[in-house]
Each structure stands twice: as C-alpha cells, then as structure tokens.
C-alpha cells in the first residue's frame, strides 16, 4: 500500500522553461512534506519541505506548493537548468512518526539544451 | 569533508553469507536511519537510532540487526543473506533543534549489495 506516489516516472523539460514535478498522498496523518534531488550513485540530498499549515514555501528557483484538500503537492523548478536533471523523490512524514519518512517512487527529470 | 559516510560502497556475497556495512556521520546528528532502495526504486526506511536507542523498527526480518556503539555511528548486520536482500542500502542522520524540524534528512552515498 503506497501511501505517496509519483504518477510521472520521467520528464522532459527544455532548459530555461519550468519544470513541475507532481506528488500525491493519501495518508491524512501527514503533516511535512519534503522533496529530494538523487544523482546516480549518489544519496538523496535534500532540497525543500514545507509543513501542512502553509500551501506554498519557496527557496530560490524551487517552490513547493501543497493542496491539503486534494492530497497533493507539486514541485516547480524555474527557470530549469541541465544540472537539475536527477530523480526527485517526494516525502512525507507525521509528527510522532519518529521522523520517518515515506518517499515516493521518484520521477526522472531530464532538462534538454 | 564527508558528511554521511558508508562502507562499503559496493558488495557482492554469495547467499547464506554474514555481511556489514557501516555508517558514520560527523555531523553532530543525534538521529541515524537505515533505508532500502529495492529494484523498483522504491525507498523504504528499515530502522531509525535516536542517542543509541531503537525507534523505528519496521517490518524487517530479524536476519537485519542494526547496531549504533555511540551516536554517530550505526550498522547495519545481515545474516544468512538471500537473494532477495540485493539492493542498495542508505545510511542517513538528522537533528531536531532550533531552526530545524529534524524531517530533513541528510543521507550517504549508499551501498549497493548484491547476492548472488
């Protein structure tokens, strides 16, 4: 029973236009919502969250937005460069999970010249 | 100046085998996971160490012991290895404090175990 999901398993986005990952939950008990960057060979490297009393939390060309009601959130990434082109993970976790985290499945980004 | 570390990075055992790996931080993290990306890709966390004491334990067969020996390290102990436990393995730490949820968790490059 996976409770986050990627429906996208890749992407294909050209450099400059924005890139927008989607994420969808169905676990009501969580409340933080993280998105990790992974490059082959490499561990998941953290890239932002965002809690469940806001519905936007935005850091440089990354935005996250959260839809509380649809059980959903989406990455944006503007304006997308080939360096982001990587697995993005989605996450989430619930206060008094023992900060456990519970990724998706991850969708391949892939930012053309 | 590497934050999470493991070792080894890649493993090949036959099945039946006992292997570690290891894992150390230097990031002052008073939280150690261990996670299991599967063939699917799919990353599933196994157990969870907070100051050397077992939080999180999920559904991992008992063959998986994990051990921490202080708080910046935690292993992670397999017996009779089968096939099915090829896949990589990631070791990863955090910190509840001020500034920080402790959600966010900073993880090593993996090991990558395959038995054949």
């Known amino acids: 029973d996976q409770q986050v999901k990627q429906n996208s398993p890749s992407l294909s986005v050209q450099e400059g236009r924005i890139s927008i990952l989607n994420c969808d939950y169905t676990?009501?008990?969580?409340?933080?919502f993280l998105w990790y960057k992974k490059y082959p060979a490499e561990g998941p490297t953290f890239l932002i969250s965002?809690?469940?009393?806001?519905d936007k939390n935005e850091d440089g060309r990354f935005t996250v937005f959260l839809n509380k009601s649809a059980k959903h959130l989406s990455l944006h990434i503007v304006p997308s460069q080939p360096g982001d082109s990587a697995v993005y993970f989605c996450a989430a976790s619930e206060t008094g999970g023992g900060n456990k985290l519970t990724f998706g499945t991850g969708t391949q980004l892939k930012v053309e010249l | 100046d590497t934050a999470v570390s493991q070792t080894p990075k890649y493993l090949v055992t036959q099945m039946g085998n006992d292997k570690s790996i290891k894992c150390e931080q230097n990031?002052?993290?008073?939280?150690m996971y261990w996670y299991k990306q599967d063939s699917k890709k799919f990353l599933k966390i196994m157990f969870s160490y907070n100051n050397k004491e077992l939080i999180i334990n999920e559904t991992v067969p008992n063959r998986f012991s994990p051990k921490s020996p202080d708080k910046a390290h935690l292993n992670l102990h397999i017996n009779s290895l089968e096939l099915g436990d090829s896949a990589v393995y990631f070791c990863?730490?955090?910190?509840?404090?001020?500034?920080?949820?402790?959600?966010?968790?900073?993880f090593g490059p993996g090991t990558r175990l395959t038995v054949t």
């Open positions: 990863a730490s955090s910190q509840v404090g001020p500034g920080t949820s402790g959600y966010e968790q900073y």
């Open positions: 965002i809690s469940s009393i806001k």
């Open positions: 676990n009501s008990m969580f409340d933080y």
């Open positions: 990031l002052g993290h008073d939280t």
